[in-house]
């Protein structure tokens, strides 16, 4: 049924694009996050102030437009600044690097909401314990507070996933050959528009079904001992 002459491994070899970038730009989202809940959390107005304008900001503009002005923005804007010191230079961005930059930037801003939550979360009184015993701050960080707000987190960043492995179908725009630019190929081609996209819809479903096993998997893991 859904063989599309041939065109079915494309979209597979596709879908390894779209998995690989997703997992990539998740774990840059995942760093961001934490850096930017430990600023808001800082006792430095600026950091806190950069960092609130920073979730702001990228929650209120859609995913599209920014993947357009890095991708297509950024280059040419510094191509005429460059172009005005008197340089002639031309800047190609790579469109899976662009990809995974963009989409870990932008839910970089929705991780760090889930992290500051987390944080939160970890007892007061641990951390406490922890200086009265001469833990300095980076032990306190590593060994305390990351691990609980690590266990904390995980609703939180299965939803920013589960988001973030949906908007890859935006990263076609730059000319990726993930899962829907090989679809949309696969469409025009066999003139099989329906059968194309409803695969490529319950390759996506599929991706969120083993996304939310996994997500019980860990909760239950790390829910052990914490009841």
Known sequence: MFDLDGYSSAI??????TLLVGILAMLLAC????????????????L???SSFYTATIRGIPELILLLLIFYGV??????????????VIINLNPFVAGIVTLGFIYGAFSTEVFRGAFGQVPKGQIEAAKSIGMNGWQIFFRITFPQALRFSIPGLSNVWMLLIKATALISVIQLDEVMRMTKIAANSTQKPFTAYAFAALLFLGITLVSMGVQRYLENKYAKGHH
Do not use: M, N
């Open 12 to 17: 597979f070899a596709g879908l390894q694009q």
């Open 48 to 50: 806190r102030t950069v």
């Open 31 to 46: 760093f961001i996050g934490v850096v930017g809940a430990l600023a808001k959390k800082s006792s430095i107005t600026f």
């Open 75 to 88: 280059p040419t804007f510094l191509q005429d600044v460059f172009a005005g010191l008197g340089y002639e």
